[in-house]
């Protein structure tokens, strides 16, 4: 800035001429004075060759028009210049610099005031000269008059921040602000009225109280009515004790506050237990074992709740006019029973019975491995029984697969037995109860089926619950195309998949073995790349591969060999060629060679027919 004046007074001398300069440059001293604390003191000087400022507080400058930031009024006072013109003579000049203090505005302690009123803010001022002052309050939407010392707030209904700034009139100097925060006190936030219990037997108390908030400063004052007449109060909590029906009135109201709360509650009075059920629906005769069974009676006048009882292994939990019963493998024939309730107590109880038959748990077969074209024998093993009395067996099966070709061997705790056969399905029955004279364990009947390939599956419902499908047992047979991985090993499929060029062995390949158009069964590669199949019977199967390792990547001379390959330069061997095919054409080709240059710089990221390619392996089992 110095240089900058400097240049000025240079140009103007130039332009005037020495003798000019010297008599119309008169050397003065300004300043910008007099200003508020904190302001920036701006000193100003004539043009010359050198300045020399001193003031208050050891304050001096070399500069031409020096500036003091923030200024204090301890700064306030004389400020000298030495200034040397341009002809080298030194001159001296004074000025008063005045710095006022500011005012200090004050709003006041906070205050509370009840919801939905106002309130008169209370502002003075202090300082600076003493005054006269003039105030402005912030936000002016929430007063009458911003302007005034004391303005008055708008109704309010949240709490308020008020901020007060006073200006001097003599000197202009501006307070900082002060603040002040009016808060609002609302109505209370927990009113409501109370009952405990709600219903009562006729003659006996319920508790009815006034729950109010706590954020109120002022205690508040109760007045309660009735419905019939006949009851009042100012209290908080009272003991009531009517005989009917009674709606209870309140009124909430405060000294200073200018609102009114008002509220109602009803107690229900009974005369008596409620009627009995009059009807129980659901079902008379089940299964053990059975789940989720509904049981309902039509609602009961007065009643409040419904209390359920159920004989032993029958389990449900309600308190309304419905229940959900489970039945246990335990559950024993008795009498559902059920009851409506109020306050003066529980009714008489209405019984229902329930009968519940035992479905026996009773049939086990055999691990079974079989070919297709095998005759297949399938034991059918007692478990447990539990009141099965006659047997009454319905047994259904695959035509697809199975064709039934007697029966076996027939236990003589059975026998006689009666055999129907329809179209896929054996209908057999015994006259004699046997249940208690089969151990567990034996068997008790060898049914046998030629096995014609496929998925083969036995269902089949037995005893007194035959026609209920929670009293049914299924069975699926290990019988899956030929390809057996349980049970017995016929034949075993082993070897090794490697990397073609290296022989490195490939770790965690997936591998199908499929025979036909059957569904295939996996395997995978150990760490040495080996892979076992068991228990496979005769036939022509497919050994495909998939990989879900790392691809090992591509260069330019991949793509030269393929180029190569394809004009005849050279020969790739079968897997290199199988390789090479990258865009899954069936041929070897420009393209292909293409494709992998293409990766090799980035340009794409995969190839079609993707980045690992395995051959396909045709084993014959005899």
Not at 192 to 219: H, Q, R
Not at 322 to 347: P, W
Request: a negative charge.
């Amino acid at each position: 800035m110095t240089r900058i004046w400097i240049l000025f007074c240079l140009a103007y001398l130039l332009l005037a001429g020495p003798d000019a300069a010297i008599a119309q440059s008169p050397v003065y001293a300004k300043s910008n004075s007099p200003i508020c604390s904190g302001d920036t003191i701006k000193l100003l000087s004539a043009c010359g060759l050198s300045y020399q400022w001193t003031g208050p507080n050891g304050f001096i400058s070399d500069l031409q028009n020096p500036t003091i930031p923030y200024a204090t009024v301890n700064q306030s006072g004389t400020y000298n210049l030495l200034l040397t013109t341009f002809s080298g003579d030194t001159v001296s000049r004074s000025l008063a610099v005045i710095i006022n203090p500011l005012p200090i505005a004050h709003c006041g302690t906070n205050q509370s005031i009840f919801f939905l009123s106002n309130t008169q803010l209370n502002g003075s001022a202090t300082n600076g000269l003493g005054g006269p002052y003039s105030y402005h309050w912030a936000p002016e939407n929430l007063l009458a008059n911003p302007d005034l010392q004391n303005p008055v707030t708008a109704i309010l209904t949240q709490n308020a921040r008020f901020i007060l700034t006073v200006t001097e009139s003599s000197t202009g100097c501006i307070s900082l602000p002060d603040s002040t925060i009016v808060y609002v006190l609302g109505p209370p936030s927990g009113f409501k009225p109370t009952l405990t219990p709600p219903i009562v037997c006729s003659g006996n108390i319920s508790l009815l109280s006034a729950d109010f908030g706590a954020d109120t400063i002022e205690y508040p004052h109760f007045n309660w009515s009735s419905d019939p007449p006949g009851f009042t109060s100012v209290y908080a909590n009272n003991h009531v004790q009517p005989s009917v029906n009674t709606t209870y009135y309140l009124t909430v109201s405060y000294d200073y506050h200018p609102f009114i709360y008002t509220d109602s509650i009803t107690l229900i009075v009974q005369q008596n237990p409620p009627a009995s059920p009059a009807l129980l629906t659901g079902s008379e005769t089940l299964c053990s074992g059975m789940q989720k069974q509904i049981y309902h009676i039509d609602s009961v006048a007065d009643a409040v709740y419904y209390h359920w009882s159920f004989p032993s292994g029958i389990s449900g939990s309600s308190s309304t006019d419905s229940v959900v019963v489970d039945f246990s493998q335990e559950a024993v024939s008795g009498n559902i029973m059920v009851a409506a309730g109020n306050a003066c107590g529980l009714s008489t109880y209405l019984s229902e019975a329930v009968t519940v038959n035992h479905c026996p748990v009773m049939f086990e077969l055999d691990t079974l491995t079989s070919c297709p074209g095998e005759t297949l024998f399938i034991p059918i093993k007692v478990s447990q029984f539990a009141d099965i009395g006659l047997l009454n067996l319905s047994l259904e099966y695959d035509t697809n697969s199975l064709v039934f070709q007697g029966i076996e061997h027939i236990n003589s705790s059975v026998s006689p037995l009666t055999m129907e056969e329809s179209t896929s399905a054996l209908l057999l029955s015994s006259t004699i109860p046997f249940g208690a004279w089969i151990p567990d364990g034996d068997t008790l009947l060898v049914l046998k089926f030629n096995y014609s390939g496929g998925n083969a599956s036995l269902n089949w419902v037995s005893g007194q619950c035959q026609v209920w499908s929670s009293c049914g047992t299924s069975l699926d047979l290990n019988l899956n195309n030929g390809l057996l991985m349980e049970g017995n090993p016929l034949t075993s499929l082993n070897g090794k998949v490697s990397y073609t060029g290296n022989n490195i062995p490939l770790q965690g390949l997936l591998l199908q073995l499929s025979q036909d158009e059957h569904s295939a069964i996996s395997g995978t590669t150990d760490l040495n790349g080996n892979y076992q199949f068991t228990g496979l019977c005769p036939g022509e199967y497919t050994l495909t591969i998939q990989s879900s390792l790392p691809w090992g990547g591509v260069n330019s001379i991949d793509a030269l060999l393929v180029l190569k390959h394809f004009t005849g330069v050279i020969q790739l061997n079968p897997m290199q060629i199988l390789a090479a095919d990258v865009d899954a054409s069936g041929y070897v080709n420009s393209t292909d060679a293409l494709q992998i240059a293409r990766r090799f710089t980035g340009i794409i990221s995969s190839f079609p027919a993707g980045d690992w390619v395995f051959e396909t392996a045709t084993i014959s089992i005899p």
